[in-house]
Nanobody
């Protein structure tokens, strides 16, 4: 069982930066692939970034070069550094964990945080 708690969301102007953090409970954090997803109003939840147990990152095309995912297995945390933010990045951002390899489909993740709101003004 893993419990996930996100933090770091907020309101920022376009071009600005935010850093999201996800703290995980449990002793087996290093065995989980971790992901960040987002859901904008009226839209389905979508994959944003993920990181393997060995810290290999994956990104959706629209955030490549702007977002950076990282993990610290000693602290049981996974972060999402978001730079050059755009209004279209506005959404609730969720942290998720799954056993095994990285996947990009929301339905394959076993554990979810409660989400944190990110709002980017133009």
């Amino acid at each position: 069982q893993v419990q996930l708690v996100e933090s770091g969301g907020g309101l920022v102007q376009a071009g600005g930066s935010l850093r999201l953090s996800c703290a995980a409970s449990g002793r087996t954090f290093s065995s989980y692939a971790m992901g960040w997803f987002r859901q904008a109003p009226g839209k389905e939840r979508e994959f944003v970034a993920s990181i393997t147990r060995g810290s290999r990152p994956y990104y959706i095309d629209s955030v490549k070069g702007r977002f950076t995912i990282s993990r610290d297995n000693a602290k049981n945390t996974v972060d999402l550094q978001m730079d050059s933010l755009k209004p279209e990045d506005t959404a609730i951002y969720y942290c998720a964990a799954r056993s095994g390899v990285v996947m990009f489909d929301t339905s394959t993740y076993d554990y979810w945080g409660q989400g944190t709101q990110v709002t980017v003004s133009s």
